[in-house]
């Protein structure tokens, strides 16, 4: 068993009490105890005995030992040194020890492994933003490392959020962004009684699994495109992009593109009439981004050659999605759920 400390995290490994763990809520931490749910999560994932898998948050170890069992490295992250030394316990001479890898420190500012599959009963959060800054980590790290897979448990109101359809409630940027990037599919609902300690919202479990090779597009005027179109999703694109804000951020980063393209702009030139004529031509004007998928955006996205998206311009020549921590925090955010 290897462990890595990182981030000056040097604690003292043996904080254990024999009187048992006092669990830090705070930080999410609901400890998953129903073996059923476990292994349904395991089964899910559809592991090879190959491969090697992330666990983020492992805990008391309860999903770990079944990873090890049915994998050929399981790399766990780990933040609690308490429940470190739990996980050394439970796999301390025994033939599953040599097969553990445990990382103590922050995931988001770990480096990571190469790994085949990421299973995870994620650091257990109520408010949304803390469950946005958890699973947007794993976007990337999935492209990063080309992941087969992730299955991760979520808060049931993000999880639905996305794998939203065009129509349903919960649908919005997040939904329209994971779905671009990734295949998302709902694979079971877990009671909060499935926890120690309990939290106070209900779980769900979600397969993400990218798209390989990605879409053909240019992901940060992408997405700058569903943040102007997802800012009131009940509004026509029309009146979404009739903003004076929004005007005011296209005609600066119009005016920007054409000074680093040496494009002589118009004396007469309105943004308003070009906004107007982008939305006519791809006929898109009355329609609204509650009802709009991918496939709908598209047209869009590929019609306005020289109308740029990106709240602060940057001149980018690739054509496939640019995708980083740092992008995919701008891209899913508290106010735009």
Same mark, same amino acid.
């Given at each position: 068993?290897?462990?890595? !400390?990182? %981030?000056d995290?040097h604690a003292? #490994?043996s904080l254990?009490?024999?009187?048992?763990?006092?669990f830090?809520?705070?930080?999410?931490? %609901?400890?998953?105890?129903?073996?059923?749910?476990?292994n349904?999560?395991?089964?899910k994932?559809?592991?090879r005995?190959?491969?090697?898998v992330?666990?983020v948050?492992?805990?008391?170890? =309860?999903?770990?030992v079944k990873?090890?069992? *049915?994998? *050929?490295?399981?790399?766990a992250?780990e933040?609690?040194c &308490?429940? !470190?030394?739990?996980?050394?316990?439970r796999v301390q001479?025994?033939?599953?020890q040599?097969? #553990?890898?445990?990382l103590i420190?922050?995931? #988001?500012k770990t480096d990571l492994?190469f790994?085949?599959?990421c299973?995870?009963n994620?650091?257990?959060q109520?408010r949304?933003?803390s469950?946005?800054a958890d699973f947007i980590?794993?976007?990337p790290?999935i492209y990063?490392?080309s992941?087969?897979c992730a299955v991760?448990?979520?808060q049931?109101?993000?999880a639905?959020r996305l794998v939203?359809?065009?129509?349903?409630?919960?649908y919005?940027?997040?939904?329209?962004?994971?779905? #671009?990037l990734?295949?998302v599919?709902?694979?079971m609902?877990?009671?909060?009684?499935?926890f &120690?300690?309990?939290p106070?919202?209900e779980?769900s479990?979600?397969r993400?699994e990218?798209?390989?090779?990605p879409?053909?597009?240019?992901?940060q005027e992408?997405d700058?495109l569903?943040?102007i179109?997802f800012?009131?999703?009940?509004?026509?694109?029309?009146?979404?992009?009739k903003?004076?804000a929004v005007?005011q951020?296209?005609e600066?980063?119009?005016?920007i %593109?054409?000074s680093? %393209? =040496?494009?002589?702009?118009p004396?007469d030139?309105s943004?308003s009439?070009k906004i107007?004529s !982008?939305?006519?031509?791809a006929?898109f004007?009355?329609?609204?981004a509650?009802?709009m998928?991918i496939?709908?955006?598209?047209? !869009?996205?590929f019609?306005v050659?020289s109308?740029?998206?990106?709240c602060?311009?940057i001149? *980018?020549n690739?054509?496939?999605?640019?995708?980083?921590?740092s992008?995919?925090f701008s891209c899913i955010t508290?106010e735009?759920?």
């Amino acid at each position: 068993m290897t462990i890595v !400390v990182t %981030h000056d995290q040097h604690a003292v #490994l043996s904080l254990l009490s024999v009187a048992g763990i006092m669990f830090n809520t705070g930080i999410g931490q %609901h400890i998953l105890k129903n073996p059923l749910v476990v292994n349904g999560i395991i089964e899910k994932a559809a592991l090879r005995p190959t491969d090697v898998v992330l666990e983020v948050g492992p805990g008391t170890g =309860n999903m770990t030992v079944k990873l090890l069992e *049915k994998a *050929k490295k399981v790399v766990a992250c780990e933040l609690d040194c &308490r429940l !470190v030394a739990e996980l050394q316990k439970r796999v301390q001479c025994t033939p599953l020890q040599a097969k #553990l890898q445990i990382l103590i420190g922050d995931v #988001l500012k770990t480096d990571l492994p190469f790994f085949d599959v990421c299973v995870a009963n994620l650091p257990y959060q109520v408010r949304t933003f803390s469950l946005c800054a958890d699973f947007i980590t794993f976007l990337p790290v999935i492209y990063l490392f080309s992941s087969r897979c992730a299955v991760l448990m979520f808060q049931r109101e993000f999880a639905m959020r996305l794998v939203a359809k065009p129509g349903d409630k919960l649908y919005c940027r997040l939904s329209i962004n994971t779905q #671009l990037l990734a295949r998302v599919d709902h694979l079971m609902k877990v009671g909060k009684n499935n926890f &120690r300690p309990p939290p106070k919202v209900e779980s769900s479990v979600v397969r993400i699994e990218p798209k390989n090779p990605p879409p053909p597009v240019n992901f940060q005027e992408w997405d700058g495109l569903v943040r102007i179109a997802f800012v009131r999703k009940n509004k026509t694109l029309n009146a979404a992009f009739k903003s004076a804000a929004v005007e005011q951020m296209l005609e600066k980063n119009y005016r920007i %593109h054409c000074s680093l %393209h =040496n494009t002589v702009i118009p004396a007469d030139f309105s943004i308003s009439k070009k906004i107007e004529s !982008v939305l006519q031509e791809a006929d898109f004007s009355e329609k609204r981004a509650r009802s709009m998928d991918i496939d709908d955006f598209m047209p !869009v996205a590929f019609s306005v050659l020289s109308l740029h998206f990106l709240c602060n311009y940057i001149v *980018k020549n690739a054509s496939f999605p640019t995708i980083t921590y740092s992008t995919l925090f701008s891209c899913i955010t508290i106010e735009h759920l």
